[in-house]
Structure formats: C-alpha cells, structure tokens
C-alpha cells in the first residue's frame, strides 16, 4: 500500500517528534502510512520565503509536485522580542551554517550576553502546511507558538535547535518550572510546543486520510 502522508523534513528529529504528535492524536500506529523526505533523495528546496508560511508551503508544494503524495511541511523558528524578531526565518542557519545547533545556540547567547532576565522574552512559532489533500494548487495552514525566555547557558540533552536555551511561560507554577524544553521528556514537551500546537491543528484535515 502507498504511503499516504509525505512528512517535508529531512530532520530526523523533527520527523520523529511530527509523527509522535500525529499517532498520538490519531490515535494509532501509522508507521508505513506516513514517508519522510529523505527516501526519495530529492534536492532540498530552496526556502527563500520571507516568513514561516512562505517557507512551509514551497516545502509542501515542491515535494507534492515531486512525489504526487499530499505533502506536510512546518517552518518553525525562534523569535527574540529585543532582537526585533529575529533570529525568526534564519534560526536554523543564525550562525551561518544550516542546522548548526550549537553554534547557534552560541551566538545567540553572545548577542544577549548582558541583557538582564526581564528583558530576555522570546517565543517559538511554527507554520505547517498541507498540499494536495483536495487539488494540486489548494493548501491549508495552521500555526503556533510557545512563549517562554531565553537564559544564559545551555542546559539539558534533548530536544534540538533552541531547546537547551529556553524556558517555556508554561513551565511555570507546575513541578517543571524553570527548565528549558531540554531538559524535560519528548512527551512533556510535545503537550505545550508550538510545533504540537500546529500539527494537532493540522489533524482534523488529515483525519480522511488514516
């Protein structure tokens, strides 16, 4: 049987944590239903989009062009309030180098080295985009964010981009309080990220097709 959802990502962890949060809210195993990125060795796209959207929906639509099964990609990316939006659409590739996580993390750390805690706010946001559940040119979109702050050195082994390094708004007053989304489990984190936010959204258009 053909699979029939195309995750747009070559991140495994990415992918990984996308198809935890889909079996998690369809309520099944999908393994074999659902095909990543990487296993047709297509060039990656170019994400020239000035914002999340923009870049979610050349991933969706390119590799439904390439492959005809109906693509979900998300664009996320980290937004520093005192950095005015940034590093936003540059976060995988802030340092220079595409998916460069500690160098990132690095820099980033650098460009806030003396901005006290009050002034440190951030949030993550993710666009995801569907092609080709209807016709070939119709999309749909869904989004969200996780507000929290970024601290002063990197904590934690899970997790990957920016987790080491932020504390999510809704750690607090619970028992995880003050932990970057490093530090906690996958499952703990994927019950308040924005990425969880996003594809939970994204279910109710895929339900027609598991």
Not at 138 to 144: K, L, M, S, V
Not at 153 to 167: A, L, P, Q, W
Request: aromatic share 6%; net charge negative.
């Amino acid at each position: 049987m053909p699979p029939k959802l195309l995750l747009a990502t070559n991140n495994a962890k990415k992918l990984s944590e996308i198809q935890g949060i889909l079996e998690e809210r369809l309520g099944g195993d999908l393994t074999g239903q659902i095909v990543n990125a990487a296993t047709f060795d297509l060039p990656e796209p170019v994400e020239d989009g000035a914002t999340f959207e923009e870049n979610a929906l050349i991933k969706a639509q390119y590799y439904f062009d390439k492959t005809g099964i109906p693509a979900l990609a998300d664009d996320s990316g980290l937004i520093v309030d005192l950095l005015g939006n940034a590093p936003g659409v540059l976060s995988a590739r802030w340092s220079g180098v595409h998916g460069d996580d500690l160098g990132n993390n690095r820099l980033l750390l650098r460009q806030l080295e003396d901005v006290p805690c009050r002034l440190r706010g951030a949030h993550f946001t993710t666009c995801c985009a569907l092609v080709g559940l209807v016709r070939a040119q119709e999309h749909t979109t869904t989004f969200g964010e996780m507000r929290g702050r970024i601290i002063h050195e990197m904590r934690g082994e899970n997790g990957f981009g920016y987790d080491s390094i932020f504390v999510p708004d809704a750690f607090e007053d619970t028992e995880l309080e003050g932990k970057t989304t490093a530090e906690v489990t996958p499952e703990m984190k994927q019950k308040i990220s924005h990425r969880s936010q996003a594809v939970s959204a994204m279910v109710k258009h895929l339900v027609e097709l598991f």
